[in-house]
């Protein structure tokens, strides 16, 4: 069965520091891999999506992926961290097999960045 | 452009009742999908839906749960004869044909009381 692992349940980040937040996925076949954003009260932001090509994806807001096939992994990262980067992230992927939007999501990953 | 529109924000209901919740989606999108977030979870998919026609129900409740997406108006999600178990926040997404990542609505708070 498809799955997606967020590991962290929180992640805290000084300002100006990198910050990675931790994806994994399980499914058969190439998966098309997502990240999104939810702020307090807030539908979910759409960051960037790898389905092939470059492993290394650039999205919104400074914020980048890299596409692991062996450690099927999908990890988001950002080289500076911003006060207002603090909000919820989650991963999702998608059964290419599968119907288009139905995307499994992982629990998510609640980003504090300290100033 | 507005954004996908979800109405009402939030939605109070006893046990027994109806619930529906409305979703307008990005001018331009033909493709509508509902997922339910339940408290300290990821979001999950319920239904994919074109115009007039269901896509993908493979993630709605068997029982009391339906979705429409008519060939004029909004999305319609309908609960019926609700229960506190179907407290949850309520997204809805859309997108444009192809690849193109999906849109997501504020969402719709509703508690059963």
């Known amino acids: 069965a498809q799955s997606v692992a967020q590991p962290e349940d929180q992640v805290n980040v000084a300002e100006g520091n990198p910050l990675t937040v931790k994806c994994t996925y399980s499914?058969?076949?190439?998966?098309?891999l997502f990240w999104y954003v939810q702020y307090p009260n807030r539908g979910l932001q759409f960051l960037l999506k790898?389905?092939?090509?470059?492993?290394l994806v650039k999205g919104s807001y400074g914020f980048e992926a890299e596409f692991n096939k062996s450690q099927t992994s999908f990890h988001l990262k950002k080289p500076s961290a911003l006060v207002s980067d603090s909000a919820l992230y989650f991963c999702a992927v998608r059964d290419p097999g599968g119907s288009q939007g139905n995307l499994i999501f992982g629990k998510g990953t609640k980003l504090s960045v300290k100033p | 452009n507005a954004g996908v529109m979800q109405n009402p924000r939030h939605l109070v209901r006893r046990r027994g009742q109806e619930a529906r919740l409305r979703c307008s989606p990005m001018?331009?999108?033909?493709?509508v999908y509902w997922y339910r977030q339940l408290p300290e979870e990821g979001l999950k998919f319920m239904v994919y839906?074109?115009?007039?026609?269901?896509?993908?129900e493979s993630g709605m409740p068997k029982e009391r749960f339906s979705a429409e997406f008519p060939k004029e108006g909004p999305s319609i999600l309908r609960i019926q004869q609700v229960v506190r178990g179907d407290s949850a926040a309520y997204f809805c997404?859309?997108?444009?044909?192809?690849?193109?990542?999906?849109?997501f609505g504020q969402g719709t708070r509703l508690t059963v009381v």
């Open positions: 790898y389905i092939t090509g470059d492993n």
């Open positions: 001018k331009g999108h033909s493709h």
């Open positions: 997404a859309s997108s444009s044909q192809g690849e193109g990542e999906a849109f």
């Open positions: 499914v058969s076949g190439n998966p098309y």
């Open positions: 839906l074109q115009k007039e026609n269901i896509i993908d």
